[in-house]
Every structure is written in C-alpha cells, then in structure tokens.
C-alpha cells in the first residue's frame, strides 16, 4: 500500500461524517429548535460528510506539495459553505416552523456554519494528521462546538454583510502561513525518521 502523509481516506471519512452529524443536527436545532430541519440535516450532514473526508484526504494528499496551505485552507472554508449549504437545504425543506423560507434560511445559515466549522477544523485536523498525532482531540472538540457553530454562522453571516471580514482576512493568511511551515518541518522530520527506520531495518 502507498504510503500517505495525511492519512487514510477511510479515517477521513469516518471523522468528517461524524463532524457532519453533529453539525447538521446540532448546530440547526440549537438555534431554531426544530427537530425536523435538525433531523434530515444531520442525516444528510453526515452522508455527504463521509463522502467528503474521503474525497478531501485523497486531494489534500495529492495537492501538499503543490498547492499552498493558505488556499488549501481558503479551499476547504469554501466547500465547508456548500457543505453546510447542502445540509442546511434539506433541513430547510423537511422543517415544520418556516416552511418555504425554511429553504432559504437552510441554505444561507447553512453555509456561513459551514464555511467557519470546515474553515476551524481543518487546519487543527490536517496538522494533527501529518505529525502522525491522535485527531481524536480535533474532532471532539468539534463536536462538542458544533451545538455553537450555528450562532457563529449567523454572525459570521452579520459580519460580511458589514465587511468586517476584511479585518480578519491577514490574521487568516498569516495563520496559514505559520501552519504550511509547521506541517513541512513536521513533513521532513516524518521522512527522515522513516529513512532512518529503513537503514535499521533487518535485512
């Protein structure tokens, strides 16, 4: 089997559908309180979320050497929007208390949520995996943020529509930055630990 930095896809899969879950369940029931919308989008959170980590785990792996951390990391935010987006839809739809509106809503909520737990998540997740560290603590701290999460979609949703986004934008950058070194130098030890381990392998 081909070895891999980031991890197994199967991993991924497992961890993003359970993120899915209680993102698309929690996060929609703790500020609408409606078991319907909270039901089918933790539902569908966490079938396109297994989908998801498997698929992110084979581009992350093959675009690391490629693509620059910052927009792996502006990348992810943006398909946590149409992740959240998606779920957030179906909830909407399948919800009791707005009806039609409960589409828009989904989707609009859906995605901010989506955009700022993907955006969060991922870069604990990904530098946890490369160092070959236990993402166990990323993910339940995920989850136990995800009845939150909700509330900071609304306000990130709040915030770009007074452009305060733009304040953020260089502390996101830089933090990138500071990230795609961490995860190099974490790469390069990775490699000369494993040549190591080769040249003392029995033969």
Known sequence: MQH??????LAWSRD???????LGGAAPFFVIFDFSFAFVG??????????????SAVVV??????????????GMAAVGSLWGALAGV?????GTMFHEGGIVLGFVVGGCTGMVALGLFFPVYLFLSVRRDPVWPAVAA??????????LGIA????????????ALPVAMWSA???????????????VSDARRERLAPL
């Open 16 to 22: 993003f559908a359970l993120l899915g879950i209680a």
């Open 42 to 55: 933790a539902l569908v959170g966490g079938t396109s979320g297994a989908l998801l980590g498997a698929l």
């Open 156 to 167: 990130a949703l709040g915030a770009s529509l007074f452009g305060l986004w733009l304040f």
């Open 61 to 74: 792996e093959l675009a690391r050497t490629r693509v620059p951390m910052s927009v792996q990391i502006a």
């Open 4 to 9: 891999t930095v980031v991890g197994h896809p």
């Open 142 to 151: 995920a989850l136990l943020a995800a009845p939150m999460m909700g509330w």
């Open 90 to 94: 179906a909830g909407g739809a399948s």
């Open 177 to 191: 930055v500071a990230l795609d070194r961490s995860v190099e130098r974490a790469r390069l030890a990775m490699q």
